[in-house]
């Protein structure tokens, strides 16, 4: 199984590939305290994976993902557009998009035992655009 993850901005897009992601984690969050269904629904997605060192003057599409996490809630570029696929064999699993993400928690981590580094990146859907986000899958890539 592996994960391609494309986020197009304003000014730029980063992609990242199979040999970049290890794991991701989709979550729909409501509150624990309501008896019903709630109306305060969030839309998270987790991607954790590899770091990997620029190679034949290719960009570094980590260092991309960790500049974003710094633009400010201000400026429209904080709000992207993601694209998650799983692959699956020749399948694509399952596509999620989120046309107006942003970032919650990005973190890098670097030791001398894990090569190069890993990166966790946390993404959210803007809230009043919940309806836009889309779950596909179960087709030929």
Known sequence: MGFRLTIEGESETIKL???NINY????SDTPNDSNARATDLSTIL???????AAVDGEPDQTKKLALWSLVNAEKADAYRNAVLEVIAGDQVVRKV????SFVV?????FGHTEGVGTFVLVLKQKKDKLAMVAIDGNYAK
Do not use: A, H, Q, W
């Not at 991701?24 to 979550?27: A, C, F, G, I, T």
């Not at 987790?46 to 990997?52: A, N, P, Q």
């Open 17 to 19: 590939g199979m040999e």
């Open 24 to 27: 991701v984690s989709y979550r």
């Open 46 to 52: 987790t991607i954790s994976g590899k770091i990997l």
């Open 97 to 100: 998009t989120f046309p107006n």
């Open 105 to 109: 928690d990005y973190t890098e981590d």
